[in-house]
């Protein structure tokens, strides 16, 4: 029903992108118009699952291989997409949210081929960590694993590889990106739907208020975000007790747990209080009462001050109504890299968090879709420059 609510609400973006295919076909053997060319024939593809898709007419089926990448002392598995022809080709890395789509999902697998046949192999991690909705900071060891992968095979130019991180990907794909063995090499960094600060973070689903520049507005998180936050500060107690009591009080929300409260430690106490806490003014002090264990993993995978590496263009996209990850988090990330890196910052409204949603007025699907479109076609110029 969404996807033929969606095609039913957007069919003004039809003739938009038609008048753009037909300019671009004017110039379409110049870098620009191969780019605005296949950025107008993408998109569509990209955004909804299509009763008919004229992108396998004209464009040959990717071919896709699984890998193992090595990590730390562990392997994590990956799907290639590659173009059908041998390249070499740019690339891209997909660092995705937690839990990350299943190999065979419909969505994925649709961007990762789309992407191929747009002449971009697609290296599609699957980290069994986002699979229990952890974030572990050797994501980012993974992560730089298939740069160096990528780097290596003769299909792709190393020149051209870049990441797009999707929600608690994003700030994964940063820091990888920043880091000193590949930051002069990595291509550009894609932040969509991504968190700067996990103070904030967490300070925002815990309390219901997000703050930017002096002002709070109200924002209510969805149950998802709060449940995987909740998980990952309660994974870092010591006593299996806390983590149990807490498991069942506040992720599983088992019936009674709540008699249990009495059985926690000083630790488990503190980590529900602050968990449980409505008061903005009080998260600080809280904050503190946590075990280091917990702390640790707070600010090792926050942004501030770990970007000083950064060195590729960056787009940042966040939807304005999210409420998986406050729009917020991308301003902070926008001011804090502005002036450092070449950037591209871009607020929407007709994602769901990360997922088209046909529940938007058709001005607003037509003007946001010419954003994407546009944010589209900047990347798919920069491969078209770098070949030239």
């Given at each position: 029903m969404e996807r033929y609510l969606l095609l039913r609400r957007s069919?003004?973006?039809?003739?938009?992108?038609?008048v753009i295919l037909l300019v671009s076909l004017w110039f379409a053997f110049t870098t620009y118009g191969r780019a605005a060319v296949s950025a107008a024939f993408f998109l569509p593809d990209?955004?909804?699952?299509l009763p008919v898709r004229p992108v396998t007419w004209v464009t040959d089926e990717p071919r896709v291989e699984r890998i193992l990448l090595p990590y730390e002392d562990r392997y994590m598995p990956a799907d290639v997409y590659s173009p059908a022809d041998e390249g070499p080709h740019g690339a891209l890395i997909l660092s995705p949210g937690a839990p990350p789509l299943e190999p065979d999902d419909p969505r994925l697998v649709r961007l990762a081929g789309d992407i191929a046949r747009a002449g971009i192999v697609m290296l599609v991690p699957f980290s069994p960590d986002?699979?229990?909705?952890?974030?572990?900071?050797?994501?980012v060891e993974a992560l730089i694993s298939a740069f160096e992968y990528l780097e290596a095979r003769p299909d792709v130019d190393g020149e051209k590889i870049g990441y797009i991180g999707v929600s608690i990907g994003s700030p994964l794909a940063l820091l990888a990106a920043s880091d000193s063995r590949i930051n002069e090499d990595v291509f550009f960094v894609v932040s969509f739907g991504g968190y700067y600060d996990l103070h904030d973070l967490i300070k925002s689903i815990t309390t219901g208020v997000i703050s930017y520049d002096g002002t709070d507005e109200s924002w209510e998180p969805r149950r998802?975000?709060?449940?995987?936050?909740?998980?990952?500060?309660?994974?870092r107690l010591d006593e299996p007790q806390d983590r149990r009591i807490l498991t069942d009080l506040l992720v599983e929300r088992e019936p009674g747990a709540e008699a249990k409260l009495n059985a926690l430690t000083a630790q488990g106490r503190a980590a529900y209080d602050l968990l449980t806490n409505r008061?903005?003014?009080?998260?600080?002090?809280?904050?503190?009462r946590l075990p280091s264990d917990a702390v640790a993993f707070l600010d090792t995978l926050s942004l501030p001050g770990r970007l000083e590496g950064l060195?590729?263009?960056?787009f940042v996209l966040h939807d304005r109504s999210d409420r998986y990850v406050p729009y917020v988090e991308s301003r902070r990330l926008r001011d804090a890299i502005e002036g450092r890196v070449k950037l591209h910052y871009t607020e929407v409204n007709i994602f769901e968090h990360v997922e088209p949603t046909a529940q938007r007025a058709a001005h607003v699907l037509v003007t946001d879709s010419s954003k994407l479109l546009f944010h589209l076609y900047q990347i798919l110029l920069l491969f078209e420059n770098q070949a030239g």
């Open positions: 069919w003004p973006l039809l003739p938009a992108f038609a990209l955004m909804t699952d986002l699979e229990d909705e952890l974030i572990q900071p050797r994501e998802h975000t709060v449940k995987v936050m909740s998980k990952n500060i309660i994974a008061d903005p003014a009080r998260f600080d002090a809280l904050l503190a060195r590729a263009e960056t």
